[in-house]
């Protein structure tokens, strides 16, 4: 429930396009996302650091959408959050020899040191190329088009992703892990 929670600022920011403009859109797209932060805060006492980060980054190229006038600066956002995260987990797994996806999953699951490492990779990857998609579309395509893109093709290949690399680490889960996933499968498949 959480995780489509998180979604909510997102499909604000599309129907409000769609219906308005994008810088209706965009500011639509702080309030909802400043309320979401609100409300998380009210509810757990704590808002998760990405949230924070990815709040601000909206906030500052959000703004700066709606004062100049100019969708440039929300379309460089989505390259920007994303560079981010893929410097963020090169370098914590060269620098710090800590990746970020261990830190933030070895309580739920534990890994070998080189899965860890090739998870991190691969998010790393997957984020460096969304950033990179991110530009050509928005500076290439019209703005229905990124908006579209970014709203159901990020998300789409962000799942896909996931989905993948649960695959990729699905032999390493524990037996006990194994076995409550088979339980929940249907016995006439």
């Known amino acids: 429930m959480k995780q489509f929670f998180e979604f909510i600022p997102l499909i604000i920011f599309f129907v409000v396009f769609k219906t308005t403009d994008i810088y209706i859109a965009t500011g639509a797209l702080i309030v909802s996302m400043g309320?979401?932060?609100?409300?998380?805060?009210?509810?757990?006492?704590?808002?998760?650091?990405?949230?924070?980060?990815?709040?601000?980054?909206?906030?500052?190229?959000?703004?700066?959408t709606i004062v100049l006038h100019d969708d440039v600066f929300i379309k460089w956002k989505v390259t920007v959050v994303y560079a981010l995260f893929s410097?963020?987990?090169?370098?914590?797994?060269?620098?710090?020899?800590k990746p970020i996806i261990k830190q933030m999953l070895s309580k739920e699951i534990n890994l070998p040191a080189n899965i860890w490492n090739n998870l991190n990779?691969?998010?790393?990857?997957?984020?460096?190329?969304?950033?990179?998609?991110?530009?050509?579309?928005?500076?290439?395509?019209?703005?229905e088009t990124w908006v579209n893109f970014k709203v159901f093709g990020l998300l789409a290949i962000t799942l896909a992703f996931t989905l993948l690399s649960g695959l990729y680490i699905y032999k390493y889960l524990p037996a006990t892990a194994e076995k409550k996933i088979s339980a929940n499968k249907n016995p006439e498949e």
């Open 35 to 64: 309320l979401m932060l609100a409300f998380n805060y009210y509810k757990d006492g704590k808002v998760e650091k990405m949230q924070v980060i990815t709040f601000g980054m909206v906030l500052v190229f959000g703004t700066l």
């Open 87 to 97: 410097l963020a987990l090169l370098v914590s797994q060269f620098f710090y020899k």
């Open 121 to 143: 990779m691969a998010w790393a990857l997957l984020f460096a190329v969304l950033s990179a998609v991110n530009v050509y579309v928005a500076f290439s395509l019209s703005q």
